[in-house]
């Protein structure tokens, strides 16, 4: 059985553009980086689509959300400062990025030392 998940109480962009704090009604909070958010994106051109595989998207540590656009009453779209418009960000999604952000955020560092590229450059 699939459990819902709630939507946010708040989302919260702070001042440098650079984190969103995501808060529930439990009083459960995540602040997730812009940079995270950015190379996790759940986009098709990211994630892949039509037999092409997963992007590893690099160069994004300076990145910044230029917004936060609500998608009907299940999900947000994110605009990066790199002009990345395309990820919906469900709040199934959002809940997976803050619960394993340490491990999601250590396997992509991984993603990126076995590929010789780094959080600089792309």
């Known amino acids: 059985m699939n459990k819902t998940i709630p939507a946010p109480s708040t989302l919260t962009l702070n001042k440098a553009r ?4 995501v808060c529930y009604d439990s009083g459960v909070c995540f ?3 812009a940079e ?3 190379v ?3 986009s098709a ?7 092409v595989g997963k992007k590893l998207v690099s160069g994004k540590r300076d990145i910044r959300i230029d917004s936060v656009e609500p998608v009907g009453n299940y999900a947000v779209r994110l605009v990066f400062s790199d002009g990345h418009h ?3 960000f469900n709040w199934k999604t959002l809940m997976s990025l803050g619960v394993n952000q340490e491990e999601s955020w250590a396997a992509y ?3 990126l030392q076995a590929a010789g ?3 600089d450059e792309e």
């Open 117 to 119: 590229r780094n959080r």
């Open 86 to 88: 395309n990820g919906i």
């Open 36 to 38: 995270y958010l950015r």
């Open 31 to 33: 602040e997730l980086p």
């Open 109 to 111: 560092l991984a993603e």
């Open 40 to 42: 996790r994106v759940p």
């Open 45 to 51: 051109d990211v994630q892949g689509h039509g037999g």
């Open 18 to 21: 650079d984190r969103l704090s």
